[in-house]
């Protein structure tokens, strides 16, 4: 019983994980994370159980409105996409630079604020020259 | 507990590595690929480097693998290469590389089982923070105010000890950065805008071909036979009418395997 | 109490969180037909159970027991992986979710950080969805999708930077806490900036409309569930339905307070002053409105009394001081928060069912040419406001 309280007194319970050190405070992440992947995978689980299962050749087609399908989907693709990617990884990582920046703001003061200044002014620079070369634009 | 989670993500780790290099398909290599990133991202956390951990998975595992994904689409279905003996000399290479490297590979592991249990060492004493601090140039000090809470952190790397050196002690590198991210993305537009205009073009050709194709006449291109295009279009389309994993036929017998469920 | 101890706990915890979770994701494709029904002037679904209620359990037993399709050219092991994969990002992060005043199943120090990048990865159930089904339409949309995905990444994390300069840290309950004087929205109306552009760009991470471009009907068929059927089908969906819960999780943390009344700072000083009467004219004008559209229509009538009642008493015991006992403290916190969410949540439904969806150039040029440059404006301006109030008020 008493065992059952001190389950259930959740704040009690926080107080001793933030006071047993660093990394169990993320035993609760680890709990959340071994959850979700159970969540994920019972539902499929359940369904492959219970559901019928009668396939066809006209079932396991690919669906193209009812047409025949022709030939493999894994064709090339256009290469705009590998453009925003690229932007994206390079705009992903000067967020990875703001993160700890912010945090660290009041600390550093003016400084850190002229030292970002800098750091995208040279970024905006090369957005300035994605914009110009139309590899912002959009087109098929 | 710590050593269980350590154990699991190493070996996820391990396996993930050697199943990227030993997969076929290489949107599974690049899926295992992403596996081995994430074990390491949780290695860094049990080794008290929770913004590392953040950002590797912010960066590398969510960012640089959907570029990679892409640039496995991107030529996917291409037939280069394709039967091709494979090089000899890249089989020689490789295997010399593989004994080159894991002994360094392994020691590093080993290494990282040591530090395994993560040590969170007393705070530095709050005047060898100051007098850190003071030896550096005025302008980049940090405000002596706030240093409080860098002391209290001790050895443990999180954001706020991160973002306090880097922006100070490490300005210059830091500012290199933006330099390189230019450079990377000056050249990944130079790249691929030549690509796309080749490409472009021979879509627009294809494009022509098909619509002669259905019927539709249409004038062709200067200098070219519409009729071989046609040709070469049906033949094309011939070859490709067969869908890979799947015995349905493009214009299938319905009456002989109407629903008559599984056998 | 040991290790063990403490870990059974925080699973119960988490599983606590994550069924309630689960409940509210089928009651939301309830409401959301609902609202859909109110909006287009007809009914939702109501044969189900009393009004209707018993409709999402009908609709979950149904996908249960639907035949699971595999299509024969599809690839099986990644076909299945993919709408775990979804679900699995987006629940995975509920954990750091402070839900109530001190109930957080594992209030980290990078707490935001780690909901960015756990849920930067669901775009590989889209992405993986797409292209394992072998589909010229999945793959399509799943390319659309993912490239969106990473887009509009960039607008959101900006957004939550300019606002992380006045928190001071990524902790979920330290940003709450931080905003113990006022929330976010209230402090500097250049937040409000931050808060649109968080607004749009969350709605287009949970390919909302008039962001849906990903499973758009009329040009790509369904998008990258075209193969989907069953069980997998619906995991997409629920997967779909926890990050709006998520993102509006953040949107409350992050600019309205968590889980603060609007009145939180009290009379406290001048600006805290302010930023109550701030909070006051704000609860007024949101009750106003609820009651008006009560009246109107009469079937909301005590669903909006009760509503408007129990917040105006928390709000005013809230004023005084009140806070006896821990009983007090996680229902008043717990209102506050699940309210705050909720109304994300009511606001990215009307948008649904109010916006047509954007054309694809359209789509990415909000992002790369309006959303980024605002947002690094916003981020430098927070920056410049940010040092000019540290230098005033004296570090």
């Known amino acids: ?140 | 507990m710590t050593d269980f989670i350590f154990n699991l993500f190493w070996s996820m780790v391990l396996v993930g590595g050697l199943m990227t290099v030993t997969r076929r398909e290489p949107v599974h290599s690049a899926l295992w690929l992403v596996a081995t990133l994430f074990g390491l991202a949780v290695l860094y956390l049990l080794m008290s480097g929770e913004f590392l951990f953040a950002v590797q998975i912010f960066v590398y595992a969510g960012g640089i693998m959907v570029l990679y994904l892409f640039v496995i689409f991107l030529v996917a279905g291409s037939k280069e290469g394709e039967g091709r003996p494979e090089p000899k000399l890249h089989r020689v290479l490789g295997f010399v590389l593989v004994f080159l490297f894991a002994p360094i590979f392994i020691t590093l592991l080993m290494g990282l089982k040591v530090a395994s249990e993560p040590e969170v060492g007393p705070p530095p004493p709050a005047a060898a923070v100051a007098a850190k601090n003071d030896s550096l140039p005025e302008a980049i000090q940090l405000n002596p105010a706030l240093l409080g809470p860098v002391e209290a952190s001790g050895q443990k790397m999180n954001t706020l000890v991160f973002g306090t050196r880097l922006f100070s002690e490490y300005l210059f590198p830091f500012e290199l950065v933006s330099v390189v991210l230019l450079v990377a993305m000056i050249g990944g537009i130079a790249l691929s805008r030549k690509r796309f205009t080749s490409y472009s073009e021979t879509e627009e050709a294809k494009m022509l071909a098909e619509t002669v194709y259905r019927g539709v006449r249409i004038a062709p291109p200067s200098g070219e036979d519409p009729e071989q295009i046609l040709q070469v279009f049906q033949q094309e389309n011939l070859e490709r009418h067969r869908h890979p994993g799947s015995d349905f036929k493009v214009f299938p017998d319905y009456e002989e395997e109407s629903n008559d469920g599984s056998k | 109490m040991t290790m063990a101890t403490a870990l059974v706990s925080v699973l119960i915890q988490a599983l606590l969180v994550m069924l309630l979770v689960l409940l509210s994701v089928a009651y939301l494709t309830y409401l959301e037909r609902k609202v859909a029904g109110f909006i287009q002037v007809r009914h939702g679904p109501r044969h189900v159970g009393w009004k209707g209620l018993l409709q999402p359990i009908a609709d979950g037993i149904k996908l249960l027991l639907k035949e699971n399709l595999v299509p024969g050219a599809a690839d099986r092991a990644v076909f299945n992986l993919a709408p775990m994969l979804v679900v699995f990002t987006a629940m995975a992060v509920l954990a750091v979710i402070p839900w109530a005043q001190g109930y957080t199943v594992a209030d980290i120090n990078i707490g935001l950080l780690y909901i960015l990048s756990i849920s930067s990865l669901g775009v590989y159930g889209i992405v993986l969805g797409g292209w394992a089904s072998n589909n010229k339409y999945a793959l399509f949309a799943s390319l659309r999708s993912a490239a969106q995905n990473i887009s509009y990444e960039i607008p959101l994390a900006m957004a939550l930077i300019g606002a992380i300069l006045y928190t001071g840290t990524l902790s979920m309950g330290g940003i709450v806490d931080a905003q113990e004087r006022g929330w976010l929205v209230f402090q500097n109306p250049l937040h409000w900036i931050g808060f649109a552009l968080y607004a749009v760009a969350a709605t287009a991470e949970t390919n909302r409309l008039p962001f849906d471009l990903p499973e758009a009907e009329a040009e790509l068929v369904a998008g990258f569930h075209i193969e989907y059927s069953s069980m997998k089908f619906a995991l997409f969906f629920m997967g779909e339905y926890i990050n709006m819960i998520v993102v509006s999780a953040i949107a409350a943390v992050v600019f309205l307070g968590g889980w603060r009344s609007p009145v939180t700072g009290g009379f406290a000083g001048f600006w805290a002053t302010v930023w109550t009467l701030m909070g006051i004219l704000l609860w007024s004008a949101f009750s106003y409105g609820l009651l008006r559209l009560a009246f109107w229509k009469k079937r909301f009538l005590k669903m909006s009394l009760a509503l408007v009642g129990l917040g105006s008493l928390l709000m005013i015991l809230d004023l005084a001081g009140w806070k006896a006992g821990g009983g007090f403290g996680l229902l008043s916190s717990g209102f506050w928060m699940l309210l705050k969410v909720f109304l994300c949540l009511f606001a990215m439904m009307w948008a649904r069912w109010t916006y047509p969806r954007y054309r694809y150039d359209q789509l990415m040029n909000v992002c790369w040419r309006i959303l980024l440059p605002l947002s690094l404006g916003y981020i430098m301006l927070s920056g410049c406001f940010r040092f000019v109030a540290n230098a005033l008020v004296g570090g």
């Open chain 1, 1 to 140: 019983m008493e065992f059952i309280k001190t389950l259930f007194n959740f704040p009690q319970v926080h107080e001793w994980l933030g006071q047993a050190g660093y990394p169990a405070v993320y035993l609760g992440a680890l709990a959340g994370a071994v959850l979700a992947l159970l969540i994920a995978a019972v539902p499929i689980l359940m369904s492959v159980c219970l559901s019928p299962s009668r396939p066809s050749a006209a079932k396991k087609a690919a669906y193209e409105c009812g047409v025949p399908p022709v030939g493999t989907a894994r064709e090339k693709q256009m290469v705009r996409f590998y453009v925003v990617a690229i932007l994206f990884v390079l705009f992903d990582v000067e967020t990875a630079f703001l993160f700890p920046w912010a945090v660290a703001y009041d600390m550093l003061g003016l400084f850190g604020l002229i030292e970002m200044g800098l750091f995208l002014a040279i970024l905006i620079f090369g957005y300035v020259y994605a914009w110009k070369k139309e590899a912002l634009d959009w087109v098929y």
